[in-house]
């Protein structure tokens, strides 16, 4: 057998769809749970919080502060009133709560506010897509 050969299996094609996902503040507390579970954040002590634009950083539609040895973190998603109509990107706050809670599960390794930064959240995001795809696609079957 090649060790390299794919195995014989059949996996469905997931791909994260864009797709308004607007969500009560409740809602994102019982999926931040979830995906705690998911992610292995069980241990820690999170909130979630629907923040307006000027109770968050600039440009951004999650924020998220932790402290790792006492594994607390505040995780603040933006009000849906505050989302530019005009984005091509539809605000799915879902997707927005797994980025964010990928920070906290990769804090150890935060490159800070060096050059590559945004390659970090980039593969952040990119890992947040293909959960929530993932899940979302599971629930259809």
């Not at 607390?72 to 927005?96: F, G, R, S």
Request: net charge negative; charged share 25%.
């Amino acid at each position: 057998m090649n060790i390299f050969q794919e195995p014989d299996i059949e996996l469905p094609e997931v791909r994260y769809t864009l797709q308004e996902t607007i969500l009560t503040e409740q809602k994102l507390r019982d999926l931040c749970r979830w995906w705690q579970g998911v992610l292995g954040l069980s241990d820690w002590y999170i909130i979630v919080k629907i923040k307006r634009f000027y109770d968050m950083p600039h440009d951004t539609q999650g924020a998220c502060n932790w402290t790792f040895s006492r594994r607390e973190a505040l995780i603040k998603i933006l009000d849906p009133n505050d989302y530019d109509p005009n984005c091509i990107v539809p605000q799915d706050m879902e997707l927005t709560l797994v980025h964010e809670l990928l920070h906290i599960r990769h804090a150890p390794y935060e490159p800070g506010e060096n050059a590559n930064g945004w390659l970090h959240d980039q593969a952040l995001e990119d890992t947040a897509r293909a959960l929530v795809a993932f899940k979302r696609n599971c629930q259809k079957t």
